[in-house]
């Protein structure tokens, strides 16, 4: 069993990203480490908050696939987000937080290099203009989307209302 990310639901497979539960722990690890970094805004830490909490330690393994439009994008920041997200894509390429992992995980790069692809291709009128409220919705008062994006003292990653998605991917 896996995960599979996609632009939406009708992505060819052949665009699919399909990665083992093992290699989407370490896709979210690479995209939090550098997101975290770089995430400035509201909208930025919501993006980067929303990726990690694709936690397999708690949805289950092989369950956090997910389609690019269900993402919690915004229509009034979409362009800067959009651009964020890309450099967040590139500082992975370049490793940016990978000296906090115990692992060298060179062989996520054609996955990341798929992301960005399906990330160029995302319009304004792509976004599912339900999925920011739903997820935002969803969280509980003391969810850290709620209380100022608190960061992990190890890591300085993002922390989820799961906690911090490396140290949940090493128990």
């Known amino acids: 069993m ?33 997101g975290s970094v770089l995430a400035e805004t509201v909208e930025e830490k ?56 115990d692992y060298m995980p060179e062989f996520i790069l054609p996955n990341l290099q798929k992301f960005r692809k399906h990330i160029e291709k995302m319009t304004e009128e792509d976004i599912d203009n339900n999925a920011i409220s739903e997820w935002l919705n969803a969280a509980e008062r003391n969810d850290p989307v709620n209380c100022g994006f608190p960061h992990c003292k190890k890591h300085d990653t993002l922390l989820t209302f799961l906690g911090c998605q490396i140290c949940n991917s090493k128990t």
């Open 2 to 34: 896996g995960n599979i990310i996609c632009f939406n639901e009708n992505t060819p497979v052949d665009d699919w990203i399909c990665m083992s539960n093992m290699a989407t722990d370490v896709f979210i690890n690479v995209l939090l480490l550098s």
């Open 46 to 101: 919501q993006l980067i908050v929303w990726l990690a909490e694709k936690d397999q330690k708690f949805a289950g393994l092989g369950t956090v696939g997910f389609d690019i439009v269900e993402m919690p994008w915004k229509k009034e920041t979409f362009s800067n987000d959009k651009i964020f997200l890309l450099n967040v894509i590139k500082a992975a390429e370049n490793k940016l937080g990978w000296e906090k992992l």
